[in-house]
């Protein structure tokens, strides 16, 4: 019963977050310079045409009119016409959503066990020069900014080695496998500038959960030291990773802005630019939307993730 | 030396406007090539041909047929849509299917496509088009003069958000183009003018001949008249075309175009030096990364694109003509042109006659750095030690260096400039006055695309009803000298006010104009034959690979 309690008020609270961020990012538009006529047609272009176009797309009405007509159709699930590419916006945001998740699974997938292997490494052999030479990696890699090693991996290992193709997009009727592969050169940017972080956080787990008692009680036990770190240790070490990465997801999911352009992925990122770029509301409206009940439900899925698996937490969320 | 013969030979091809330009050329004042580009204004069509006159490319027509041509461009930035189109992407996706009346080719000016010949009346106010027969669409149909109607008047209907209605806003009106017969069009301007094939051609980008029942869905079928058509299009990723086995003229030598659209143009020199494309836009960024590769070239046209430096007239401190010619007076164009832009650009001279111009007077003395006299003028003025003010500009291509140069020039005469750069659509607001530090600041620079001639340049930005007119210029000799100018008929009689306007703009000084711009593509040294205009067309139809 609490638990349904629990997620109605988080449903809610999910909802009103939503129509928040809609009401913002129409404010946002208004105060952006030019108008989508004017943005559409170019600067050259002759001031009547730009106002007849602004009055064909409904841009001329005041702006609690053009808001209203949105979201009266937005709460039935129509998101409308985007101006820029006079098609409807759902299929395209929803194509965003996949290849933002395809880059995103991939990024996850290189980076779970190289961060948390890494941690657990460094955690285990605390204060030795393998733990300090995985931090030392982790927070030099951290630093360098996506575009950059972006940019490096693409000259070395899509220019010099031709071991990756230089685009993100796998052609037309791709499997699965090689719809990964041309990922895995996006993906590893994100994934070293994240390792680090990941990997000091599993680490910082370890060493708590090393120095528990209930860690003592099982070495006194007689366990061997292997189950100690994987039923004891781990179990309770990876907790804030867990509940870090779920966070992370909203970010890997609309945050990826220069690695897809860099790799020319139409992801979420890329189409909330843009949208922005062309003063195309609708389409800004609906990525932004998704984006933000990506972030708000990963936050969520975080938290419950680390109520599961933190009995201290669990016992809070159920009385 | 031309002989006689030859001259008397050309007189007998047309009347009197024709034989001033004759005898401009038995008197070595205009250039082979520039008679044969002026035949083709007046609608000598077969001249050029005459005179072993080929396209460029037309030698290569022998080359090798097939192949995929693979090309990289940036994102349109909306639903592709000759009507509406207003970015260079789209424009060379365009130009795979597309066709014009004429092509304004950057080396050998107007060649006719769907037009085979033009002529005006005396007035040059009614200009009549001759259509080329038996030319069909892609999906079948006949081309009439009932399309070609119907796709200007589109174009100058405010209604149908066409993106080309300030290029013929004041010469030609809804109701203006008119079916003659069949294979014949005629087009009723609303003032004389000598230059309006160029209106009909490619300079003009939206002009491509489409169905008159046109419904605005490029994208579902790219109907059009050219030597490729569709094969697939997904919206953001990229299209790919096939040769159109009935098109009218010499079918294309490559198979396949595949166009991939790019988002960052590091991956697209990146992804050509792969080997994973064949021709991209160029940058001057890009073009250091194959400085001196065998494997690329870099192919450029002269164009008369430029970044326009505007100095308000109506405002201090350039309320005073001297003002605005000493700080003018101190840029070493020279040194810009070397410098900033890599010497693919040739000197300017404060006015929108661009050298490339059969019309421009080139005798006009060309202005110099000197600081001297920037600092003696600055003293008639009651400033010898200079003044401070603004420069707002937009961040775009070069523009934030120029910018940077100009304050640097400027300094030597006491000129103290501020930098104010903005985003490319802050700097251009609105676009109306009131609301656009593009066309309300104090000084600024806008970056022009090229044109086939001076005409919307000199109206726009210098006219002082023109809406791009960001100098605030107001001047009623130089509106009566445009005048002068729609009207004359002849290159002579254009020269002569050409001449006069270029004068009164340096005396004046309300822009200035340092540099005319190359336009280039970088291309894979495997492919021959790739074409393209200033303004973003790219003709792939004779490419072959070596």
């Keep these: 019963m609490a638990v349904v309690r629990h997620l109605t008020a988080r449903a809610g609270s999910l909802l009103l977050t939503l129509w ?24 050259f272009a002759d001031a009547q045409a730009v106002a007849e176009l602004n009055r064909r797309l409904g841009a001329d009405q005041p702006i609690l009119v053009q808001y209203w007509h949105w979201f009266s159709k937005a709460i039935t699930g129509d998101f409308g016409d985007s101006l820029a590419m006079r098609a409807p916006v759902a299929p395209f945001v929803l194509e965003s959503i996949r290849k933002s998740s395809a880059l995103a699974g991939v990024i996850l997938v290189l980076l779970v066990p190289l961060g948390v292997g890494a941690g657990v490494i460094a955690g285990l052999n605390a204060g030795r020069l393998v733990d300090r030479l995985i931090v030392l990696s982790g927070v030099s890699l951290a630093i360098v900014p996506d575009f950059v090693s972006g940019l490096l991996l693409l000259i070395v290992f899509g220019l010099w080695l031709s071991w990756f193709p230089i685009n993100g ?151 | 030396m031309t002989k006689r013969s030859d001259i008397d030979a050309l007189r007998a091809q047309s009347g009197d406007i024709w034989n001033v330009a004759v005898d401009e050329y038995a008197g070595g004042y205009l250039k082979r090539r520039d008679l044969l580009k002026y035949a083709a204004l007046i609608g000598l069509t077969g001249f050029a041909a005459s005179q072993g006159l080929g396209f460029p490319g037309r030698a290569l027509a022998a080359g090798k047929a097939g192949g995929t041509v693979r090309v990289g461009l940036g994102q349109p930035t909306k639903a592709i849509d000759p009507v509406s189109v207003t970015d260079p992407a789209s424009i060379g996706v365009i130009s795979q299917v597309g066709e014009y009346l004429i092509l304004d080719d950057p080396k050998d000016g107007l060649q006719p496509k769907l037009a085979l010949s033009w002529e005006a009346d005396e007035t040059a106010k009614r200009w009549t088009f001759k259509l080329r027969p038996g030319v069909k669409f892609h999906d079948g149909r ?26 013929y806003k004041g010469i030609l009106s809804k109701g203006g183009a008119k079916v003659v017969d069949d294979e014949t069009v005629a087009f009723d301007l609303d003032g ?30 790219f109907n059009g008249t050219g030597p490729f058509k569709l094969e697939s299009f997904r919206a953001k990723q990229g299209a790919s075309f096939v040769r159109n086995t009935d098109y009218w003229g010499d079918k294309a030598l490559p198979d396949r175009i595949e166009i991939k659209f790019f988002d960052d143009e590091q991956a697209q020199v990146l992804a050509l030096q792969a080997g994973q494309l064949d021709v991209i836009p160029s940058t001057p960024r890009l073009e250091l990364s194959i400085d001196g590769n065998p494997n690329f070239k870099l192919l450029s046209v002269q164009a008369s694109s430029h970044d326009q430096v505007h100095l308000r007239t109506d405002q201090a401190p350039f309320t005073d003509k001297r003002i605005r010619r000493a700080l003018a007076l101190t840029i070493d164009r020279e040194a810009v042109v070397k410098g900033l832009l890599k010497a693919r650009a040739i000197v300017g001279n404060d006015t929108p006659f661009a050298p490339i111009f059969p019309s421009a007077d080139t005798s006009v003395p060309q202005r110099k750095q000197d600081i001297a006299e920037a600092k003696r003028l600055l003293g008639e003025d009651g400033v010898p030690n200079g003044f401070p003010v603004t420069l707002t500009t937009e961040r775009a291509y070069d523009i934030p260096d120029y910018a940077v140069l100009i304050q640097n020039f400027a300094k030597k005469a006491g000129i103290d400039i501020k930098l104010n750069v903005l985003p490319q659509d802050a700097y251009y607001g609105s676009a109306t006055f009131g609301s656009s530090p593009w066309l309300d600041s104090n000084l600024g620079i806008t970056d022009f695309g090229h044109r086939g001639t001076p005409d919307i340049f000199l109206n726009a930005t210098l006219k002082s009803s023109g809406a791009w007119n960001a100098a605030h210029f107001n001047d009623p000799a130089y509106d009566a000298l445009l005048l002068d100018y729609g009207k004359a008929r002849d290159l002579q009689a254009q020269r002569l006010v050409a001449g006069k306007i270029q004068t009164l ?20 040294s495997k492919v021959e034959g790739v074409r393209f205009t200033a303004i973003s067309h790219l003709l792939l139809d004779r490419v072959s690979f070596v």
């Excluded at chain 1, 895995?184 to 060493?207: Q, S």
């Excluded at chain 1, 708590?208 to 189950?227: I, N």
């Excluded at chain 2, 822009?511 to 280039?520: A, E, R, V």
């Design chain 2, 142 to 167: 006949t081309v009439t003069a009932g399309d070609v109607v119907a796709s200007f008047e589109r174009l100058v209907d405010p209604a149908s958000g066409s993106s080309a209605l300030s290029a």
């Design chain 2, 192 to 221: 004389p003018n000598s230059n309006f094939p160029f209106y009909v051609s490619s300079d003009v980008y939206n002009a491509v001949i489409l169905p008159a029942d046109y419904a605005g869905d490029f994208e579902k079928n």
């Design chain 2, 505 to 524: 703009l340096l005396d004046e000084t309300p822009l200035i104009i340092s540099y005319f711009s190359q336009y280039s593509r970088i291309v894979s």
């Design chain 1, 169 to 319: 997009v796998a052609p037309d009727g791709a499997g699965f496998w090689t719809n990964g592969y041309y990922l895995i050169l996006p993906a590893l940017p994100l994934v070293l500038n994240l390792a680090g972080y990941i990997a000091r956080m599993t680490r910082a787990g370890v060493i708590e959960a090393m120095a528990a008692d209930y860690t003592r009680t099982a070495v006194l036990k007689g366990l061997d030291r292997r189950e100690v770190v994987v039923r004891h240790v781990l179990r309770n070490a990876l907790t804030p990773t867990i509940a870090v990465l779920a966070t992370q997801s909203g970010y890997l999911l609309g945050g990826l802005v220069v690695i897809e352009a860099l790799f020319g992925i139409q992801g979420l990122g890329n189409l909330v630019l843009n949208a922005a770029r062309g003063r195309d509301f609708p389409m800004l409206e609906a990525g932004v939307l998704v984006m933000a009940a990506i972030f708000v439900l990963s936050a969520a899925v975080g938290d419950l993730l680390q109520a599961l698996l933190d009995p201290r937490q669990r016992r809070r969320v159920s009385s």
């Design chain 1, 20 to 43: 928040l961020v809609s009401i913002l990012v129409f404010w946002a538009g208004q105060v952006l310079p030019g108008d989508v006529g004017r943005v559409m047609l170019g600067p």
